[in-house]
């Protein structure tokens, strides 16, 4: 399984703006589709964007198009998560995620390898 850590979570006005990155311990990452998700206190785990290896294809979850957008960089084995325009709403623990293969999916059950989470809190 790929070993992925997430940074760059934290606490931030309504409107404003952060960047998550995820790094991934694969030398193979390119041959990983990634994932974000979020998982806020008392819900379950939601899809928020992911991208397949090559960026030519990526896909958002309603609540987030238009505002956040999901990159890679294959030579340094990370994924990012620009989050702008921050809504209270948008509060949660943020996971990434890796499923081997070029299909993307929005479903936590297809994911095999998973982050440790960083928070995202949004005041209001």
């Known amino acids: 399984q790929v070993q992925l850590v997430e940074s760059g979570g934290g606490l931030v006005q309504a409107g404003g703006s952060l960047r998550l990155s995820c790094a991934a311990s694969?030398?193979?990452?390119?041959?990983?589709?990634m994932g974000w998700f979020r998982q806020a206190p008392g819900k379950a785990r939601e899809f928020v964007a992911v991208?397949?290896?090559?960026?030519?294809?990526?896909y958002y979850s309603d609540s987030v198009k238009g505002r956040f957008t999901i990159s890679r960089d294959n030579a340094k084995n990370t994924v990012y998560l620009q989050m702008n325009s921050l809504k209270p709403e948008d509060t949660a623990n943020y996971y990434c995620?890796?499923?081997?293969?070029?299909?993307?999916?929005?479903?936590?059950?297809?994911?095999?390898?998973w982050g440790q989470g960083t928070q995202v809190t949004v005041s209001s």
């Open positions: 694969e030398r193979t990452f390119s041959s990983y589709t």
């Open positions: 991208i397949t290896w090559s960026d030519a294809g990526t």
């Open positions: 995620a890796a499923r081997f293969g070029l299909v993307i999916s929005l479903r936590v059950a297809d994911y095999r390898s």
